[in-house]
């Protein structure tokens, strides 16, 4: 068979699908005759994409208008990590500023209810801009209270008061309460215990307990256990061997769950666990000729460069869709963390141009403003809790 996909004589739409985008795919492969001269990360045309987010959004961006605070975030830490941050970042601490609600925590706009992930999305934004102002927007006594106000006995999180309980709420809790040195042994309280109950029958976790294993979920499942410092709560074995069969064989891209397409967005929520594992040292990770990771790196790259690049700038999920700021900001991520390991060289497919700063593992912003936020909350005076 010409496919990677293997339908043994019985065709479904899923099998369909997979077939198209290899095709899809491979044409895009046939244009280049040496992909490591040819693969180059477009930076102008990307910063040019993104900046102009923070001037216009189409109408077709009206249905984020609850998750404002993300919009800043995805193009602000794209553009950190192509080094080219806007001049006005003084107008976005202003806009996040007026997200952030008076009983604590951020809403997905000026005037809606403070919500778990607008609050990860506006601190990470905060932090990215990394001025004195922009970390003083952040009302840490407050912020700290809301999130006791969504901890829940079991251990988990809702997303808002007397909202859903979401294992992405638990990882924007932990990381927010890290990175601004708030957190306690409160906000830890059975939540170890609630995550290896959201462990599938596959190994990868998922958004609840009995949910289906996901890609974006494990991460965040991972990382909260990491900052929890309750790894054990999972069978990290299990875990591993769910997640090194995320990686598509053809496509070189990741999947977010079995028998999914390729998509660039998981080039950081599956990508973005490698790391982590690599932190918890389970054993000796084994030797391969594309750097430790459990990965193939080079060939995510190659995806990322090859089929995710528009041709007017910003990134796209796979050939055949349309860019945007969400999957601009998760393929640059991805790749941020395919090319950096502190234990060993980069690796990297392309020219020296392609290499981007390194990421934090567990925060998804640039390593530096990861520890200049941690050394600025550090100094502060304790809360009172």
Known sequence: SVWNMEDDG????TSDEQKRCETRIQRERNKVVDLNQSLTLSREKHVAFL??????????????????????????????????????????????AQCQHPDGGFGGGPGQVPHLAPTYAAVNALLICGTEEAFNVINREKLYAFLLS???PDGSYIMHVNGEVDIRGVYCALSVATLLN????ALIENTGEWIGRCQSYEGGIGGEPGSEAHGGLSFCGLASLVLANQTQAIDLHRFIDWAVHRQMMMEGGFQGRTNKLVDSCYS????GVYPLLDHLMLSPPPSHSDGDFLYIQRKLQEYILLCCQDISGGLKDKPGKSRDYYHSCYALSGLSSSQNNPRCAATLLGPPSNLLPPIHPVHNIRAVRATAALAHFSKLAPINF
């Open 10 to 13: 019985f065709p479904s739409h």
């Open 51 to 96: 900046k102009k987010g923070f001037q216009t959004l189409s109408s077709g961006y009206q249905s984020l208008d609850a998750s404002r605070p993300w919009l800043c975030y995805w193009i602000l830490h794209s553009l950190d990590l192509l080094e080219d941050l806007p001049s006005n970042i003084g107008d976005v601490v202003f806009f996040l």
């Open 150 to 152: 969504v901890k829940q």
């Open 182 to 185: 708030v957190m306690t042994p």
């Open 268 to 271: 950081f929520w599956q990508g």
